[in-house]
């Protein structure tokens, strides 16, 4: 698998066409907001609107506020809505050692819909 890791600027001038897969990584500011520096990323892919692209989500959050990990909340929303939601990760503050799993699972969930992707394509094709 080709990995590209891009910073949000950067994004929002890649062709998310070109790709099988988006991950979106993002933390929650105050109350359950999209961090400033996400919003372009967020409207960006709000406007791709494919159903073919396969995305997931994650990131942290702090379960002081009432909208832990709004951010993420925010993100599974559109994404559901606009692309084929494979997974969704939430971390209270940073990743620790007993997240592993849930990390590893939530690889396996996208890896698995991109198999699921590319059958569905393969099929349609014949």
């Known amino acids: 698998m080709n990995v590209h890791v891009f910073a949000p600027e950067q994004f929002c001038q890649a062709d998310i066409g070109c790709f099988d897969a988006v991950l979106v990584g993002t933390y929650t500011w105050g109350s359950g907001e999209i961090p400033y520096e996400m919003r372009d990323v967020y409207h960006h892919m709000e406007s791709v609107a494919s159903k073919h692209l396969v ?29 084929d939601l494979a997974a969704v990760l939430k971390v209270e503050l940073m990743p620790q050692e007993k997240d592993l799993t849930r990390c590893e699972k939530f690889v396996e969930a996208v890896g698995s819909r991109l198999v699921e992707s590319e059958e569905k394509r393969k099929s349609k094709a014949t």
Do not use: N, P
């Open 55 to 83: 995305t997931a989500v994650f990131g942290t959050g702090d379960s002081f506020f009432a909208e832990f990990c709004g951010a993420v909340d925010g993100f599974r929303d559109m994404l559901y809505a606009q692309t």
